[in-house]
């Protein structure tokens, strides 16, 4: 459904020195991946392995300097007219204090991007619906977000992202700015709505464990080269390249009590 062949992004930084040629740094090298319809890809990595730069080529706010984005066959340009490809593929933002504009009522933000993409319907009867799939209630509509936590304000980006009835979820850590026993809740309702939905998920995450728990498969990154792809599963019981053994050995343990 969502496909990327070849995909290279490199950005060209400022040059130190008036006479040297200018540094390029290579962010994302020749990536490649196949999203099925109701397919949940994990992509992980460490600081600066190009996950963000990776998202953002296949939600089309950035363009490639080589290789495609394709939804459903059709390409996905940057800076061309993405309105088609916007109501399939939806992006929830990692911190829930930023993405809401302060200044609108929660409704009216879950309502505008129903306006924007023209969606069909009832427009009021759609966002009660939203906040209930979200766990809110019906008079959240009229608050500001402020008034929220920041798990509820999670919830209604999630709420916001669903909208338009997305084919596809695209997040770029969304869980991170969410305190332990928060980040369980959201995680457990964004589970059970994608399972609900049958939503194809492409989550960047750096814990691995929300990735285990979440996806069929796992996209290894490291220096922007995609050097392990595979079932989650396999790739968390025997990994073959040693920088995912590396993450793996990372992750912290309970010691057996
Ligand atoms: N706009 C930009 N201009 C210059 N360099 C950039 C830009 N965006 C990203 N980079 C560089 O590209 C590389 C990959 O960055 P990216 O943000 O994709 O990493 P990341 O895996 O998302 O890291 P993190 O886990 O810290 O969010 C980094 O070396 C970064 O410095
Ligand atoms: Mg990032």
């Not at 007219?81 to 200044?103: A, I, K």
Request: aromatic letters at 4%.
């Amino acid at each position: 459904m969502l496909t990327a062949a070849g995909v290279h992004r490199s950005y060209t930084l400022p040059r130190r020195s008036l006479f040297g040629p200018a540094a390029v740094r290579h962010a994302v090298r020749d990536v490649s991946l196949d999203l099925a319809a109701g397919e949940r890809l994990g992509v992980v990595g460490e600081s600066g392995s190009g996950k963000s730069t990776l998202l953002r080529v296949l939600l089309g706010l950035d363009r490639p300097d080589a290789g495609t984005v394709q939804f459903r066959g059709r390409p996905v340009l940057a800076g061309r007219d993405l309105g088609w490809f916007r109501r399939e593929v939806q992006m929830v933002p990692q911190d829930p204090y930023g993405s809401l504009d302060p200044r609108m009522r929660v409704g009216s933000s879950i309502r505008e991007p129903l306006e924007c993409l023209s969606v069909p319907g009832d427009h009021t009867a759609r966002v009660a619906a939203l906040l209930a799939a979200v766990g809110l209630e019906p008079d959240a509509a009229t608050r500001y977000p402020h008034e929220f936590s920041g798990g509820q304000r999670q919830r209604i980006a999630i709420a916001r992202a669903l909208g338009p009835e997305p084919a596809v979820l695209l997040a770029d850590e969304p869980f991170s700015a969410l305190d332990v026993a928060v980040r369980a809740q959201v995680l457990t309702l964004v589970q059970d709505l994608v399972d609900r939905l049958g939503l194809a998920l492409v989550l960047v995450s750096h814990d691995i464990g929300v990735v285990q728990q979440l996806c069929d498969r796992v996209l290894v990154l490291k220096d922007g080269v995609a050097v392990e792809q595979g079932r989650t599963a396999d790739v968390l019981r025997a990994p073959s390249h040693p920088y995912t053994r590396a993450l793996l050995d990372a992750v912290p343990r309970l010691p057996d009590l």
